[in-house]
């Protein structure tokens, strides 16, 4: 069982950055592919961006295309998601979660061993 803590949130100004981190406990992290959701008040769990397990393959929720960044750290069990551009509709917790298979689409049934989540909250 992979366990999972995210941290980085915050609250930052439209237009500011956040990076976020997700460190991954046992040796298999490089095996998965890994995901960030988001969740707003009142809403559902949406999907935000994937990598595969060596990071040569990634993609976005067309509303974050081109602001955020997935990457991620084999050797320091580590995936990040650099948010630039940020916008008042970003606002949300936070998920990361590990991917069971990057050939299948990012619906959230294909992720699990979710985080707590952190909070991010972009002013206007």
């Known amino acids: 069982q992979v366990q999972l803590v995210e941290s980085g949130g915050g609250l930052v100004q439209a237009g500011g950055s956040l990076r976020l981190s997700c460190v991954a406990s046992g040796r298999t992290f490089s095996s998965y592919a890994m995901g960030w959701f988001r969740q707003a008040p009142g809403q559902e769990r949406e999907f935000v961006a994937r990598?595969?397990?060596?990071?040569?393959?990634?993609s976005y929720a067309e509303s974050v295309k081109g602001r955020f960044t997935i990457s991620r750290d084999n050797a320091k069990n580590t995936v990040y998601l650099q948010m630039n551009s940020l916008k008042p509709e970003d606002t949300a917790v936070y998920y990361c979660?590990?991917?069971?298979?990057?050939?299948?689409?990012?619906?959230?049934?294909?992720?699990?061993?979710w985080g707590q989540g952190t909070q991010v909250t972009v002013s206007s």
């Open positions: 979660a590990v991917h069971w298979d990057y050939g299948l689409g990012p619906g959230v049934m294909d992720f699990g061993s």
């Open positions: 990598i595969n397990s060596d990071g040569g393959s990634t």
